[in-house]
Structure formats: structure tokens, C-alpha cells
């Protein structure tokens, strides 16, 4: 019998990542350019970026780092021009920026509620459509990966506005997916669950953070290598069958 691939081989895509300045989208960058993806990274300052766009260049990879502010709407037309410019269009688009306010529903001010879901629906939204836009002229297949949250699913405390934009993601994924269903471009989600990065790690101290980490099964959080597996199926050839779908990640905190 022939030897099956089952490898997820990225060579010769192109991935971009938003907010890779820190968190989950080094990571996921770092992982998208070890299959063998060139990566453009993009966070609002540029500056945050060029150590990790050294470090993939150093390493053999190919990294492209490029300042976008997410909810610059009017910038993304030209965003994506740019990248044209430079041969990097990419085929893969991770929807990773993202933000929260914590505070008790009651506290919110309007700029508060519209800076969350600026950043976690809309732009996603936008940043999906001028991508889509793009290859949908060309005829080509492409991903789009929108990392939402097990709020999307469920109740996070003074998360109330954040669970609203990640359980509309998911729903944006599936609408997304279905228009273009025919047209080459897979649209899935991951949810991961509570993993330390500078968007929580205020809280984990915390008495309250502590507890919070007790009452899970495994009473610890993720680990950002836990999505590795899930970024690469939706990424590469093996997810090629999937779309509209979402995937959590959770490390059981959830069940
Ligand atoms: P993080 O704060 O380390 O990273 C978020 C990134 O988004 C940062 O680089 C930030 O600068 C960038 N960003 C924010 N607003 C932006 C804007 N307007 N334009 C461009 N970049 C912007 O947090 P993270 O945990 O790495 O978060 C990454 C994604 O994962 C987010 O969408 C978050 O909601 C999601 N998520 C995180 C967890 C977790 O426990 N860490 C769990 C579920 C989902």
C-alpha cells in the first residue's frame, strides 16, 4: 500500500495572524511557521513584533511583520493591498486579536461594550470579507480560523459583553461558512478554554482566580500548545472537510 500522508505540510502558504504580539498569536505563529508556513504577523505595533518576526527568520521561516489595528475598518482594503505588493497575500487567516473589559454588566460604559465587540466581532467580520473578497475573485481555496472562547458557550462573570462577541463569533463562522460553502473558503472557529496570557493573567492570584482554577476537573489551565493540534487541522490538508464548525479546546474545564 502506498505510504498515506498525514502530515498537516503548510509549505507554500502563507498565514496571517492578528494580535501576535503576545499571548496565543505567537504561538500560533511560531506553530504555523514550524509546518512550514511564511507568517504575517500583525499587531498595532509593529515595533512588539520584530522580536518574533526575528526570531522565525532566524530559524529558517519566513515572517513578515506589519502594525494593523483590527478596528481601522476603513484600513483594511489597503492592508491587504500591501501585503499584494509584497507577494504575501495569505490563504490562511487567524482571527486572533482580541480584548475584554472585566467588569459587572451594570459598569459598563457605551466605549467600553463598543471597544469589546469592535475588536472581537466586527473586525473579525471585516477582516474575513476583504480576505474572502480576495480569493473568491481568484478562484482559490482558503481558511479562515476565528478564535472565539468557551464563552461563547457559556457564562464567564463580568464577562458579559466578551461571551456576547464570542458566541457571535461562532455564529459568524457558521453564516460564513455556509455563503462560501462553494467558493473554496473553510470558515471554523476554536474555543479555547482559560489559558495564562496577558489578557487574564492579572487574575489568577487572585483568591478568586485560584478558586476559579479549583473548580475544574483538572484543576489547572490549558496550556497554549493545547490548540497546536486544532490550529493545524483547520489550518492544513486534513481539515479540508471541515467548515462552520467550531472547536473547543478547554482541557475539560467546561464539561
Ligand atoms: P493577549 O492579550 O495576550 O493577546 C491579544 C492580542 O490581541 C494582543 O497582541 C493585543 O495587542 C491584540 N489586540 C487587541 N486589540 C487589538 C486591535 N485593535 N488591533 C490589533 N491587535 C489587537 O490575549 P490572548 O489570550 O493571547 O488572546 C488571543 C485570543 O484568544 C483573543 O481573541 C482571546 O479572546 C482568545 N481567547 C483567549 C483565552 C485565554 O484564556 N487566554 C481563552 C479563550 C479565548
Redesign the pocket.
Known amino acids: 500500500m502506498e505510504k498515506m500522508d498525514t502530515g498537516n505540510d503548510l509549505s507554500g502558504h502563507i498565514a496571517l495572524v ?8 505567537v504561538r500560533f505563529a511560531q506553530v504555523l511557521s514550524a509546518a512550514g508556513a511564511a507568517v504575517v504577523i ?3 505595533r509593529a515595533e512588539k513584533l520584530a522580536e518574533l518576526e526575528a526570531e522565525i527568520n532566524g530559524q529558517g521561516g519566513k515572517a513578515l511583520a506589519v502594525a ?4 481601522d475598518l476603513d484600513n483594511i482594503g489597503s492592508f491587504f493591498d500591501g501585503l499584494r505588493a509584497q507577494d504575501m497575500m495569505p490563504d490562511i487567516l487567524v482571527n ?5 473589559v472585566v467588569k459587572p454588566a451594570l459598569d459598563y460604559t457605551p466605549d467600553d461594550y463598543r471597544q469589546v465587540l469592535d ?2 466581532l466586527t ?1 473579525p467580520f471585516f477582516l474575513a470579507n476583504e480576505f474572502a473578497r480576495h480569493h473568491i475573485a481568484e478562484g482559490n481555496a482558503a481558511r479562515i480560523i476565528n ?5 461563547g458557550y457559556n457564562v464567564l462573570p463580568g464577562l458579559t459583553p466578551y461571551c456576547t462577541s ?1 458566541s457571535g463569533i461562532i455564529m459568524m463562522t457558521r453564516g460564513l461558512a455556509r455563503e462560501w460553502a462553494n467558493k473554496k473558503i473553510n470558515v471554523n472557529a476554536i474555543c ?9 493573567d492579572f487574575w489568577w492570584q487572585t483568591e478568586g482566580g485560584k478558586k476559579q482554577i479549583a473548580s475544574w476537573p483538572r484543576r489547572r489551565l490549558a496550556s497554549k500548545s493545547d490548540l497546536d493540534g486544532a490550529l493545524l487541522l483547520l489550518a492544513g490538508p486534513q481539515g479540508s472537510g471541515m467548515t462552520g464548525t467550531a472547536i473547543t479546546v478547554d482541557d475539560g474545564q467546561y464539561i
Not at 486572533?96 to 475584554?100: R, V
Request: proline share 3%.
Open positions: 492578528t494580535g501576535a504580539s503576545s499571548g496565543l498569536g500583525t499587531a498595532r494593523l489595528d483590527v478596528t486572533n486579536a482580541g480584548m475584554n475588536t472581537n473586525a478564535i472565539a472562547s468557551v464563552g464570542k479555547p478554554g482559560y489559558i495564562e496570557t496577558e489578557i487574564n
